[in-house]
Nanobody, 115 residues
Framework: QEQLVESGGGLVQPGGSLRLSCAAS????????MGWYRQVPGKERERVVS???????NYADSVKGRFTISRENAKNTVYLQMNSLKPEDTAIYYC?????????WGKGTLVTVSS
């Protein structure tokens, strides 16, 4: 059973930056795809960005040009660099991965954008 652990959330002012990390218990190279999602209480979880192995990376329109996903296979970690943060980016951010018949979620990390 793969485990995903997010970190890096916190309180940031509008216009600021944060970098989220998602550490996997196993090799991220074994996954068919990974991504970041976010959810505001009372609303549906939405995709922020995702990629498939050997495929394209897809960003939600609301974060294009501001957020960047990257990965460090040697550390089995995926990152989400978030710049020019807005109050509407406030949410719990979840890491997702799938492959080998499994579909995995982390427990999330809270990002609050407020002055």
């Amino acid at each position: 059973q793969e485990q995903l652990v997010e970190s890096g959330g916190g309180l940031v002012q509008p216009g600021g930056s944060l970098r989220l990390s998602c550490a996997a218990s196993g090799s991220i190279a074994s996954f068919n795809g990974m991504g970041w999602y976010r959810q505001v209480p009372g609303k549906e979880r939405e995709r922020v960005v995702s990629f498939t192995t050997g495929g394209a990376t897809n960003y939600a329109d609301s974060v294009k040009g501001r957020f960047t996903i990257s990965r460090e296979n040697a550390k089995n970690t995926v990152y989400l660099q978030m710049n020019s943060l807005k109050p509407e980016d406030t949410a719990i951010y979840y890491c997702n991965a799938y492959g080998g018949g499994g579909y995995y979620w982390g427990k999330g990390t809270l990002v609050t954008v407020s002055s």
